[in-house]
């Protein structure tokens, strides 16, 4: 069973920074995307941004120049360097990967993190 292990969530002070990672427990021989999505309360949720296993990264257009999603494939971690944070950003952060495939062919079309709190206020 895959397992999704998120950090780096938190309370920041608008302008401020974090980073977060999240790791896939388990063999797997690639990854095809892995990306960050973020749900407030009483909204749905949205994706924040997105990787492929060749590095071709999307945003949405909300974070687009302060966020930066990156990822290393030896440790199945995707990592999401949040700056010049604002009170918007105060969302349930989830990890989400997708296309695992293990070296055993086994394959797996999507899984989800358990979810970090991230707060930005004064």
């Known amino acids: 069973q895959v397992q999704l292990v998120e950090s780096g969530g938190g309370l920041v002070q608008p302008g401020g920074s974090l980073r977060l990672s999240c790791a896939a427990s388990?063999?797997?021989?690639?990854?095809?995307?892995m990306g960050w999505y973020r749900q407030a309360p009483g909204k749905q949720r949205d994706v924040v941004a997105t990787?492929?296993?060749?590095?071709?990264?999307n945003y949405a257009d909300s974070v687009k120049g302060r966020f930066t999603i990156s990822r290393d494939n030896a440790k199945n971690t995707v990592y999401l360097q949040m700056n010049s944070l604002k009170p918007e950003d105060t969302a349930v952060y989830y990890c989400?990967?997708?296309?695992?495939?293990?070296?055993?062919?086994?394959?797996?079309?999507?899984?989800w993190g358990q979810g970090t709190q991230v707060t930005v206020s004064s």
């Open positions: 388990g063999g797997f021989r690639n990854i095809a995307r």
């Open positions: 990787i492929t296993s060749g590095n071709g990264a």
């Open positions: 989400n990967v997708e296309g695992l495939r293990y070296y055993s062919g086994t394959y797996i079309s999507s899984v």
